[in-house]
């Protein structure tokens, strides 16, 4: 048996390949695990768990058929869908998971992270973060109707395009210094994140001993999930057409 970890799929209507390579891993790769976490940026956007339309009625579906057959579905929110809700959980069989969380795998204490709370150099983006993960922000922006939400997510996007192109790569990756901050301060040998679109395993030395930081890798022309089990770690990719 074994656990599974995936990030960054952002899922749309606009990329209807990547939904079907969801579905399919879903159908062929979830049938005999002891659970799926899903790190982060699941959807594209998410304006809210009261936008409902075909495209994420069919996404629910594919969660649920995971979790009703009795896996654990853990899924924690990315910068992309911090708006995931209780009624989303409750719709899907998933459960919310805080970011950072620390999970018992296989005998190693483990990280869980989205990872963009680790891209310290990126200073504009983490105040832009404290504004969105703010409870009263959020329930102002959930009370705006649904058209005016698609308009400021969109706003959103386009703003976010326009800054990261003037980023540089240094600056959108993690922070070192906090990598090894937070496996100290959460006493960890083992970190498994997403976000950064770098998919890897890193050797580190952390806590003064040997560690381990896996970086999840985006879906686009390849789906990318981590497969672990009591004997094994892989980090592994397929080709979606
Ligand atoms: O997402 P990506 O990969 O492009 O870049 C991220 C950081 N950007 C973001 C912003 C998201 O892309 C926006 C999408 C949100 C969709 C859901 C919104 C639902 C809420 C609204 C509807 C109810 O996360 C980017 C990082 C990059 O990762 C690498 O880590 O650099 O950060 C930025 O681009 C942030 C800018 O640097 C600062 C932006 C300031 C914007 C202020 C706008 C205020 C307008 C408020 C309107 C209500
Ligand atoms: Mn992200």
């Given at each position: 048996m074994a656990t599974l970890f995936i990030s960054?799929?952002?899922?749309?209507?606009?990329?209807p390949a990547i939904v079907q390579a969801f579905v399919q891993f879903a159908t062929e790769k979830?049938?005999?695990?002891?659970a799926l976490y899903i790190l982060g940026d699941?959807?594209?956007?998410?304006?809210?768990?009261?936008?409902?339309n075909a495209f994420a009625d069919a996404l629910k579906n594919t969660l649920k058929s995971i979790s009703s057959r009795g896996v654990p579905v853990f899924f924690m929110h990315g910068n992309r869908d911090f708006l995931i809700g209780e009624l989303f959980a409750e719709q899907t069989g998933c459960t919310l998971l805080p970011d950072p969380t620390i999970i018992d795998l296989y005998g190693t204490p483990t990280l869980l992270m989205h990872?963009?709370?680790?891209?310290?150099?990126?200073i504009a983006y983490q105040q832009f973060r404290t504004m969105v993960r703010n409870p009263n922000w959020q329930q102002e922006l959930l009370s705006k109707s649904i058209a005016e939400r698609l308009a400021i997510a969109q706003n959103l996007r386009d703003i976010s395009k326009e800054k990261t192109s003037e980023k540089t790569a240094e600056i959108m990756d993690v922070n070192p210094d906090e990598v090894l901050r937070v496996m100290e301060q959460y006493q960890v040998q083992r970190l498994i994140h997403g976000h950064?679109?770098?998919p890897a395993t890193h050797q580190l030395i952390a806590n003064g001993l040997p560690a381990q930081r896996t970086v999840l890798g985006d879906w686009g022309s390849d789906g990318w999930y981590l497969k672990v089990s009591k004997a094994q770690t892989d980090l592994l990719d397929f080709v979606i057409a």
């Open positions: 960054d799929l952002h899922l749309e209507p606009q990329k979830t049938q005999h695990i002891d699941f959807f594209e956007a998410w304006i809210g768990d009261d936008f409902e990872g963009d709370t680790l891209c310290t150099d990126d950064t679109h770098r």
